[in-house]
């Protein structure tokens, strides 16, 4: 079990510029989150997927956000047109459905700047 | 609104100290996690907690889930320096899957040696 990685680690880029992200969960879990979290704050929750399917998406992820999960395995978040209110520390987390509680684990995040 | 309130927001104390944390909400949750967060880092789990005044230790740290499942505390006994850090409790709604975890504002605790 190597947990949940992200790529980058950090990125920064210039207001405009289109940037992805990536995230691999933890290899037997069916359920991929996606938060943002911006200075001072707790991680706020952007979309979930279940397999391959994004069931919920919240009134954060704007048309310029996009989320997928081709194969159910790892996913890309990728911000069309950055604006500068989009840095922020994206995290994924993954977690395994019909355990009880939904118990999250976490990467250790994508820390965007947007210039 | 933030759905989860956490206090205090901010703790500094001497290495030995014993302190509590706590998680308030208004609402039910049908479970809630605890996570400690270092800088430029993803949250770690502590600890789930699923039902209405379960106790859960952690070595020094003791989790307590409330009565009604819409509060909890973290209490630590003979704090020391490497348990410093940000502590954010979450809590999960809908048990499992829709609207993620809603997440308090975090504690950020300081242990002095």
């Known amino acids: 079990d190597t947990g949940v990685s992200q790529d980058p680690r950090h990125k920064i880029t210039k207001r405009g510029q289109n940037v992805t992200f990536r995230c691999d969960p933890i290899s037997e879990h069916n359920r991929l989150y996606w938060y943002r979290q911006t200075l001072g704050q707790g991680p706020e929750f952007l979309t979930y997927f279940q397999n391959e399917a994004q069931l919920e998406k919240s009134r954060l992820l704007s048309d310029r956000f996009s989320a997928e999960r081709p194969k159910g395995s790892f996913s890309t978040l990728e911000i069309q047109r950055t604006e500068q209110g989009d840095s922020a520390m994206y995290l994924c987390?993954?977690?395994?459905?019909?355990?009880?509680?939904?118990?999250?684990?976490f990467g250790p995040g994508t820390r965007l700047t947007v210039l | 609104t933030q759905l989860l309130e956490q206090s205090p927001q901010f703790l500094s104390i001497q290495e030995g100290e014993n302190l509590t944390v706590y998680c308030n909400s208004s609402?039910?949750?049908?479970?809630l996690q605890w996570y400690r967060q270092e800088p430029g880092e993803g949250p770690v789990l502590l600890v789930t907690?699923?039902?209405?005044?379960e106790v859960k230790k952690l070595k020094r740290l003791t989790f307590q889930f409330g009565d009604a499942r819409k509060d909890s505390s973290l209490h630590i006994t003979a704090a020391q320096p490497g348990d410093t850090g940000l502590y954010l409790c979450a809590g999960d709604k809908s048990g499992g899957g829709a609207d993620g975890l809603t997440f308090g504002k975090g504690t950020h605790l300081i242990i002095q040696p």
């Open positions: 907690v699923v039902t209405g005044g």
């Open positions: 609402s039910v949750f049908s479970s």
């Open positions: 987390a993954s977690s395994f459905s019909g355990a009880g509680a939904d118990t999250q684990y």
